[in-house]
């Protein structure tokens, strides 16, 4: 059975409570459907693809297991105990470098981008990805940057511009 589970609900962890029909023998002996809710403890350190196994609670009184899929989130991408996420940045914020906020699931967090960083650069928040079992150290958030280009220019920003294209000994073709 696979149970899909959000990104908040695989970092909080807790339980939940998971509704599904299975097979119990009826007063005649004969295999009939039953409606069964129960709730179901989140270990810590699950992600996409891990296995819960719930004992004597399948059909027949045989164990059920449930497959743990995550669903996907609008800003976060899960991969393995690691979390992605794209950041947007100026052209003078990745030429330059500066102190930029971050969001990550738990909250938002500054992250120094280096100058001269380059479009689809991954740069590592440790310990910010999902928890792990047994005490081991959390995943890690991945950002990627993308520099985004204004789609309009004041006339000081187009000046500036053609100030710096002519001052510039930079070509990025070579």
């Known amino acids: 059975m696979v149970l899909e589970l959000s990104l908040e609900e ?28 129960m709730k179901v403890n989140l270990p ?10 719930l004992k004597g609670q399948g059909s027949g009184g045989g164990d059920l297991f449930l497959l743990i899929r995550i669903a996907p989130h609008p800003r976060f991408t899960v991969e393995g105990y690691n979390i992605s996420t794209t950041l947007k940045v100026s052209p003078w914020e990745a030429a330059l470098g500066a102190s930029l906020p971050v969001d990550t699931p738990f909250g938002s967090v500054t992250m120094k981008l280096p100058g001269g ?29 993308e520099i985004v280009i204004p789609e309009k220019l004041t006339d000081r920003e187009r000046e500036l511009l053609e100030a710096l294209a002519r001052e510039s000994r930079f070509n990025p073709r070579v």
């Not at 939940?16 to 009939?32: C, I, Q, V, Y």
């Not at 810590?44 to 196994?53: C, E, H, L, P, Q």
């Not at 910010?128 to 958030?141: E, F, I, M, Q, V």
């Open 117 to 145: 960083t380059q479009a689809g650069r991954k740069l590592r928040l440790k310990g910010k990805g999902l928890p792990r079992r047994k005490g081991a150290l959390p995943g890690d958030l991945l950002v990627r940057v």
């Open 44 to 53: 810590a350190g699950v992600t996409d693809g891990s296995r819960i196994r």
């Open 10 to 37: 695989v970092l909080k962890g807790g339980t939940k409570t998971l509704s599904f029909e299975r097979a119990e023998p009826g007063p005649d002996g004969r295999l009939r459907k039953a409606r069964k809710t």
